[in-house]
């Protein structure tokens, strides 16, 4: 059964930085695509940035310039560089990884507190 690992998130203020990682455990299949999405309360979940196989990256317009999506594919994880932080930046974020015709996986989620 595969398995997205989360780790990082926490508690920051406002215009700090804070960093995500992802690991995807007995992964089987080639992955295509892997990302964060976030989820605020009374929200639906939303992309925030991802990347595929090859390193080409898509962020939403909230977050360029300021979050930088990486991955290593040996390693099998994704990460999230997130910089000069924002209130309404807080949401819980959710690893994601694409394995084409094999479906669809998701981490756990781990919370990001941006305090004013």
């Known amino acids: 059964q595969v398995q997205l690992v989360e780790s990082g998130g926490g508690l920051v203020q406002a215009g700090g930085s804070l960093g995500l990682s992802c690991a995807a455990t007995?992964?089987?299949?080639?992955?295509?695509?892997m990302g964060w999405y976030r989820q605020a309360p009374g929200a639906q979940r939303v992309l925030v940035a991802d990347?595929?196989?090859?390193?080409?990256?898509n962020y939403a317009d909230s977050v360029k310039g300021r979050f930088t999506v990486s991955r290593d594919n040996a390693k099998d994880a994704v990460y999230l560089q997130m910089n000069s932080l924002k209130p309404e930046d807080t949401a819980r974020y959710f690893c994601?990884?694409?394995?084409?015709?094999?479906?669809?996986?998701w981490g756990q989620g781990t919370q990001v507190t941006v305090s004013s």
């Open positions: 007995k992964t089987k299949f080639h992955i295509y695509t």
């Open positions: 994601h990884a694409d394995f084409g015709p094999f479906g669809v996986e």
């Open positions: 990347i595929n196989y090859d390193g080409v990256t």
